[in-house]
């Protein structure tokens, strides 16, 4: 989440619908023509006021988190976003009070690291769609501390870390996420989306990628990051108008070119990281040569072709699938990604699709490599850039890599 790293795109409002009223210094984005419990929330405020009741949440103090995560020490930052990085701490599982490193329940502390209106507004969106929403694949958040200037969130640990570490993290080529994994990561995070697109909660999720994808210990997918979430439209408005804002390589093109959002912008995206799961590429690799930066159009022509699907496979899957199953995710990736928002299924039917092919036997082809390939060790590695990821591998070491892709990009 955040505005200050490269994947995020923003575009000029002047198109969007958007009103003046609400595209000032700040860039507040508007729900055309009905309010939510997000978008009603004045610009100015930023008290506890704006925070919508929630039973389920604790307010911390800063303190508490300070001790929770013995200082923001450097050396517990599980990962570094747009929006802040992000903290390993513990606290007590009852008392949710600070607690000593090994006791009690691990948390992830995200801090807001930047100034102005966006990321208190996305650290709201946060608190309030995550402090109402519940489900068995969206990461629970446990509270937050909103004290002076300080923002932050308070999650449960997820222990695998995000989908973007198994999938493009150095060492990975030898500790490949397997294919049998690889689709449980997708039907897990097809359920999210699904569920949040349902009838009684009509959430667009609009920042759908691999690395707000987050996997506990059995490979569980649950859906993080809800700062750019948006109450779907209401009544009979066939969208919701917005400033443009995503990730490159991700957002729907006519959500791009219009500012027009849908729940179908969302399926293009789970298309894209569907495409990442059984290409193992990046959605936007600009270290690829030319003509294969943008996996999108890379791929498309060979999705719905048996014999030329080889070419776009990710090689660290061979063995582990069988061409039919690998066709018809491919086929459902490319449905996702129909240039027409119209032709592509909705994400319950998605659910459905991905179902059926894990309860078909033919699926897998083979468990034993699976597991092997399964099996991880230590990689260590230098983190390089800007931002970084840090997760404990099995040895319980930390292992860093560096993300090429992660910088946002204003237009
Ligand atoms: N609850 C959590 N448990 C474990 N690790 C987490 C948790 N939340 C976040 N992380 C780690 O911290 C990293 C940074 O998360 P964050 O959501 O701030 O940024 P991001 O999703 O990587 O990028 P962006 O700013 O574009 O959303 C994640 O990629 C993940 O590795
Ligand atoms: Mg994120």
């Known amino acids: 989440m955040g505005n200050c790293f490269g994947t995020r795109i923003t575009v000029s409002p002047s198109h969007t619908g958007v009103t003046s009223k609400y595209v000032s210094t700040d860039g507040n984005d508007v729900l055309s023509g009905s ?10 405020p930023r008290s506890e006021g704006e925070i919508l009741l929630s039973p389920n949440l604790k307010s911390f103090s800063f303190n508490e988190l300070k001790m929770a995560t013995r200082n923001f020490r450097p050396d517990s930052v599980l990962g570094e976003g747009g929006f802040g990085s992000v903290f390993k701490g513990w606290i007590d599982e009852n008392a949710f009070t600070a607690t000593k490193p090994g006791s009690g329940i691990v948390i992830a502390v995200k801090r807001l690291n930047q100034e102005g209106f966006q990321g208190h507004k996305e650290w709201l969106a946060e608190v309030n769609y995550l402090g109402q929403l519940s489900h068995p694949n969206l990461v629970r958040l446990i509270g937050y501390c909103l004290e002076d200037e300080h923002r932050l969130l ?190 592509r299924p909705t994400m319950a039917e998605v659910v459905t699709a991905l179902e059926q092919l894990q309860g078909s036997k033919e699926s897998t082809r083979n468990a034993k490599d699976e597991r092997n390939s399964e099996r991880r060790t230590h990689s260590s590695t230098v983190p390089r850039q800007r931002k970084r990821n840090t997760h404990e591998d099995s040895n319980g070491k930390a292992a860093s890599y560096p993300r090429p892709s992660a910088s946002p990009l204003y237009e």
């Open 35 to 44: 309010s939510s419990k997000v978008e009603s929330v004045p610009p100015t």
């Open 154 to 343: 308070v999650y449960e640990f997820m222990p695998r870390g995000s989908l973007e570490n198994h999938l493009f993290r150095r060492g990975s080529y030898i500790q490949s996420l397997a294919w049998s994994f690889r689709m449980k990561v997708a039907l897990g995070a097809a359920k999210g989306l699904a569920f949040l697109h349902g009838a009684e909660t009509k959430v667009i999720y609009r920042d759908f990628k691999t690395s707000n994808i987050l996997l506990d210990s059995e490979y569980n997918a649950k859906l993080s990051d809800f700062g750019l979430a948006r109450d779907g439209p209401t009544g009979d408005k066939s969208h919701v108008s917005t400033r443009v804002m995503g990730t490159y390589g991700y957002a729907a093109p006519e959500y791009v070119a219009t500012g027009h959002l849908t729940a179908r912008s969302d399926v293009y995206s789970f298309g894209v990281v569907l495409l990442e799961l059984l290409s193992g590429r990046r959605a936007i690799d600009k270290n690829r040569p030319p003509g294969e930066h943008n996996l999108v159009e890379w791929a498309k022509p060979y999705l719905n072709s048996k014999r030329r699907i080889f070419n776009i496979l990710d090689a660290r899957l061979e063995g582990q699938y069988s061409i039919n199953s690998a066709q018809k995710v491919a086929n459902l990736a490319l449905q996702c990604l129909s240039a027409e928002a119209k032709f």
